[in-house]
Nanobody
């Protein structure tokens, strides 16, 4: 099993920045991909960004390209999501996910999920 703990959410004004963290523990040797999904009230869970360190590949949903950056600290088994130029439409609960997959944007390919962290962007 792999455990994921997210942190870094909060309230920010439009145009501001936040960095989310997701620390993985347990059988981390069994995963090669970590990503972020988000879910706003009344909407379906949406892929945001992911990183496959085995292949050195990252992927982003179009709406965050150029604003969000996903990165990983190997020594800490932690993935970060740096979010710049935040917009009110970025408001959602952000979930960290981990798995062994090359289909970075598909939620059902991830075996492990965090509890979620709330991001609220005020206008």
């Amino acid at each position: 099993q792999v455990q994921l703990v997210e942190s870094g959410g909060g309230l920010v004004q439009a145009g501001g920045s936040l960095t989310l963290s997701c620390a993985a523990s347990g059988r981390t040797f069994s995963i090669n991909t970590m990503g972020w999904f988000r879910q706003a009230p009344g909407k379906e869970r949406e892929f945001v960004a992911a990183l496959n360190w085995g292949r050195g590949v990252t992927n982003y949903v179009d709406s965050v390209k150029g604003r969000f950056t996903i990165s990983r600290d190997n020594a800490k088994n932690t993935v970060y999501l740096r979010m710049n130029s935040l917009k009110p439409e970025d408001t959602a609960t952000y979930y960290c996910a981990a798995g062994s997959t090359t289909y970075l944007s598909l939620a059902n390919r991830y075996a492990y999920w965090g509890q979620g962290t709330q991001v609220t962007v005020s206008s």
